[in-house]
């Protein structure tokens, strides 16, 4: 079935990039809407940006929306990753800036208040996207594929010459509540050889490491409390993978594997899926299907409080 909120929920915070403060609130949307954001301070013309994969500007660092009227939303993915770990497929996302909070870093704070507000189920069947076909793009060493699979599975391996961070690879099934247990606390992650050549390009300016994100340095890591996991960059990427993959516009049944990709190549993939004649379909999913989706079998005990393993 297709899910919403059960009531409007608001979160509040810095932009990681922009530095800028912003409000948002996930609102209930009707069967069929999908999600799409809505920028409410902008006061005049089409403020209207919907959240899918056409609409993906510029991918580099993070993923940002944008509509025909030259409107714009930055860093998506980790809200978007909550909604459809969460089995959310319509919401109304109003926000008074340019960014979205960074918050933590993850999903969990989304997460935490989408299940504490509750899911509710529209009565309609959810409309889910079969991959049919393989389709892979590759860019400079990296790769994303999506396989013919009959619920959602992403896999991702990373390598760095960070000792701390070093090769890390991680496979999931997304069914039964997997990405609020395994994937949705895992942490924004960068290289301290990376802060500088952000901020001197206007990026990453509400960056705190330890506080919204975590940064590596040769064998030192700032994560504040300690790393939440000790592959947290591969949960993290995962996680990414989620967020920019709901972009598809509906639920998707197929195995990403993702090999050292980023939001940009995740979105050249799913634009290669649908030019590609005959590599998906949409399907309106009938119960067995539905009990395969992300977002089925969620449980409250679940959803991490903060903790540490290192
Ligand atoms: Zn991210």
Redesign the pocket.
């Known amino acids: 079935m297709q899910n919403t909120l059960k009531a409007s929920v608001t979160f509040e915070g810095v932009g990681l990039h922009s530095g800028k403060s912003a409000r948002l609130v996930l609102n209930p949307a009707a069967a069929g809407h999908g999600i799409q954001f809505k920028r409410t301070d902008i006061a005049l013309g089409n403020t209207i940006v919907p959240a899918r994969w056409d609409h993906v500007e510029r991918t580099a660092l993070c993923t940002r929306l944008i509509n025909a009227a030259g409107v714009t939303v930055s860093t998506v993915?980790?809200v978007m990753a909550a909604l459809a770990g969460c089995g959310i497929h319509n919401a109304l996302i109003e926000i008074d800036g340019p960014e979205v909070p960074i918050l933590d870093g993850s999903s969990a704070p989304f997460v935490r208040g989408i299940m504490a507000r509750g899911i509710h189920r529209l009565g309609v069947p959810a409309r889910a996207i079969e991959v049919l076909k393989p389709v892979t793009v590759t860019k400079d060493g990296a790769s994303a594929t999506l396989l013919p699979c009959d619920r959602l599975m992403i896999e991702f391996h990373i390598d760095f010459e960070e000792q701390a961070i070093g090769r890390q690879s991680r496979v999931l099934d997304l069914r039964n509540g997997a990405f609020v247990r395994e994937l949705c606390d895992s942490r924004?992650f960068c290289r301290r050889s990376d802060v500088e050549t952000m901020q001197a390009n206007g990026l990453a300016l509400g960056g705190v490491p330890g506080e919204n994100a975590i940064v590596f340095d040769g064998s030192t890591i700032e994560s504040g409390e300690g790393l939440r996991h000790a592959d947290e960059p591969v949960r993290?990427k995962m996680?990414?993978a989620l967020g920019d993959l709901a972009l598809a516009g509906g639920p998707l049944l197929g195995r990403y594997v993702g090999e050292r990709a980023g939001h940009a190549l995740t979105n050249t993939l799913l634009r290669e899926l649908f030019a590609t004649p005959g590599a998906s379909r949409v399907v309106d999913c009938d119960l067995a299907m539905t009990a395969r989706l992300p977002g089925q079998g969620l449980v409250w005990s679940e959803v991490p409080a903060t903790r540490r393993v290192a």
């Open positions: 993915e980790h924004t993290h996680l990414d």
